[in-house]
């Protein structure tokens, strides 16, 4: 089924209103406000994908939440960090200086915790938005190079990703990461369907 503009305008729309509304939960964990920003989504392949995180992150190290999802349609969601913008955040959530002994326990808990909040109020959104059912597994953290990326592992070279790049802006500090969709093969079509009936002749 061909992606169409209008269909794009629609993703970014209902991933924009799942943004917001993790927003909203994580402001009240915390003494600061945060904002987050989507300035948009794209549709790639995996090798696309591959080279633009390794033009955004070099070959870093990166900190990944990853929420796996079933029903009408099915993938995988996932918020990437690098390390050193996934330690600010835990720094700003607990309240410890990053580099603390224990930090390492404390960053697990903490970021599954907001990516577990991030992710399931963008897939939340979806499914709301397009009456459409799905179950989620319990949120994995890893952590894992660009070249190691387990995203990359096995994948079907006909898949499509749909990439996010999101800004966590905490007072004055800025913190970017970002939100990745893969589908199986077939879910992507899937969804598109979802969308036109749900949004009718508006695409």
């Known amino acids: 089924m061909k992606l169409t503009l209008s269909h794009i305008d629609a993703l970014q729309e209902l991933v924009n209103i799942g943004v917001g509304r993790a927003a909203g939960v994580l402001n009240d964990m915390l003494a600061s406000p945060i904002q987050l920003h ?89 499914s709301n938005a397009l009456i459409e059912h799905l179950d989620y597994s319990l949120p994995a953290y890893s952590e894992s190079k660009v070249s190691n990326f387990p995203i990359f592992a096995g994948i079907d070279e006909n898949t499509r990703i749909l990439l996010a790049h999101t800004c966590f802006i905490i007072e004055q500090l800025h913190i970017s990461g970002d939100i990745i969709l893969m589908f199986t093969i077939g879910s992507l079509d899937a969804l598109l369907k979802a969308i036109d009936l749900a949004f009718g002749e508006a695409l």
Do not use: C, H, W, Y
């Open 38 to 126: 989507i300035p948009e989504v794209r549709l790639l392949t995996p090798e696309e994908l591959k080279r633009e995180l390794k033009t955004q992150f070099n070959d870093g190290l990166l900190a990944t939440v990853q929420l796996s999802f079933t029903g009408s349609f099915s993938g995988t969601a996932e918020l990437v960090f690098p390390t050193e913008s996934a330690a600010n955040l835990v720094s700003v959530l607990t309240g410890e200086e990053p580099g603390t002994p224990d930090l390492d326990v404390v960053k697990i808990g903490a970021l599954l915790e907001v990516g577990n909040i991030v992710l399931n109020g963008i897939m939340g959104s979806l």
